[in-house]
């Protein structure tokens, strides 16, 4: 049976002037995650929600026939919004596999702002963030081109409290092409049991092992059960942290959306860091079906075999 989460608050590990402390460090390698509180630059933050909340209102379409609407001011508009159908997947083109903006019931994701610069200066391509991947992962990592998007889970006034039910709304699992090191940038204050990011501590490790590549999407036979297992052994931990926070993660570490029982609208940016090398073409992915545009993250041309040491290609490792 799935576990419900524990919500989490990361504890003060930081040293002056350190961008990631040895503590950190060791906090990363063994739980698979890190959060760094409020690094996100506040002014550009304030000023990339403007223009999020701009994009969500002209763009995701309602209903039609509804007298929903949804209003920044009004938070009794948050709750159960009524988006209208979406049509099918792309099958082809530029967009396969996905909507360059898709709304399912209480989650809408903005692909389509991925590529916007004033995403990419929040995030990937900030300074501060930049040096905490690099300090972690790779001193040479490929330039960020794109986010895979805003990421936002809607309240309601219908989901049960009860414990027991509590695990239905995660949906553990990892994500494909190449993965080293993700990271999700909280646009409010995240508290508890308000959709706050969701990771299962050190699944990295597992999920290492369950891949014949380091990076490369490339799962074993064991996959699934090491996944199944990470599901019903591990106590997920919920990601609660102020404004501007960002949780780095291990690519391998199981993760899902988080229980959201509360009144707010929890507003995320996921982006992805790999070490510069080569990789695959948009064509190649399609052969092979890993294509996925909406990500920064492409499939190495070459890639190392799962060895005994998982942290040997990484900066943290050496």
């Keep these: 049976?799935?576990?419900?989460?524990?919500?989490?608050?990361?504890?003060?590990?930081?040293?002056?002037?350190?961008?990631?402390?040895?503590?950190?460090?060791?906090?990363?390698?063994?739980?698979?995650?890190?959060?760094?509180?409020?690094?996100?630059?506040?002014?550009?933050?304030?000023?990339?929600?403007?223009?999020?909340?701009?994009?969500?209102?002209?763009?995701?379409?309602?209903?039609?026939?509804?007298?929903?609407s949804l209003s920044r001011d009004d938070k009794q508009t948050w709750n159960d919004p009524e988006w209208a159908e979406m049509s099918p997947h792309p099958v082809d083109g530029p967009f396969q596999g996905r909507h360059p903006i898709e709304y399912m019931r209480r989650v809408v994701k903005l692909h389509d702002l991925g590529s916007e610069n004033y995403v990419l200066d929040l995030l990937p391509n900030d300074p501060r963030v930049r040096e905490v991947a690099k300090t972690i992962l790779s001193g040479d990592l490929r330039a960020s081109t794109r986010?895979?998007?805003?990421?936002?889970?809607?309240?309601?006034?219908?989901?049960?409290?009860?414990?027991?039910?509590?695990?239905?709304?995660?949906?553990?699992?990892?994500?494909?092409?190449c993965q080293q090191l993700n990271a999700c940038g909280y646009l409010e204050d995240v508290n508890a049991r308000n959709g706050g990011f969701t990771l299962y501590p050190g699944s990295h490790k597992n999920m290492y092992r369950a891949h014949?590549?380091?990076?490369?999407?490339?799962?074993?036979?064991?996959?699934?059960?090491?996944?199944?297992?990470?599901?019903?052994?591990?106590?997920?931990?919920?990601?609660?942290?102020?404004?501007?926070?960002?949780?780095?993660?291990?690519?391998?570490?199981?993760?899902?959306?988080?229980?959201?029982?509360?009144?707010?609208?929890?507003?995320?940016?996921?982006?992805?860091?790999?070490?510069?090398?080569?990789?695959?073409?948009?064509?190649?992915?399609?052969?092979?079906?890993?294509y996925e545009w909406f990500k920064d993250a492409k499939l190495f041309r070459t890639d190392k075999p799962v060895g005994d040491d998982m942290w040997r290609s990484w900066r943290l490792g050496g």
């Design 1 to 68: 049976m799935q576990r419900p989460s524990v919500v989490f608050e990361m504890p003060d590990l930081t040293k002056p002037d350190e961008v990631v402390s040895e503590a950190e460090m060791e906090f990363f390698c063994e739980y698979g995650f890190l959060v760094k509180k409020a690094l996100l630059d506040p002014d550009k933050l304030e000023y990339a929600l403007d223009r999020i909340w701009a994009h969500l209102l002209a763009k995701v379409p309602v209903k039609p026939g509804s007298t929903w």
């Design 147 to 177: 986010i895979r998007g805003v990421y936002i889970v809607f309240p309601s006034e219908s989901v049960s409290d009860e414990l027991e039910d509590q695990g239905r709304f995660l949906g553990p699992h990892t994500d494909q092409v």
């Design 212 to 290: 014949q590549y380091e990076a490369n999407w490339s799962p074993l036979s064991s996959f699934r059960n090491a996944l199944k297992e990470v599901a019903e052994t591990i106590e997920p931990y919920e990601i609660v942290a102020e404004k501007g926070s960002v949780v780095f993660w291990h690519g391998r570490t199981v993760h899902s959306v988080g229980i959201h029982l509360g009144a707010d609208i929890r507003w995320a940016l996921f982006a992805d860091f790999t070490q510069n090398q080569p990789v695959l073409s948009d064509e190649e992915h399609k052969d092979v079906n890993q």
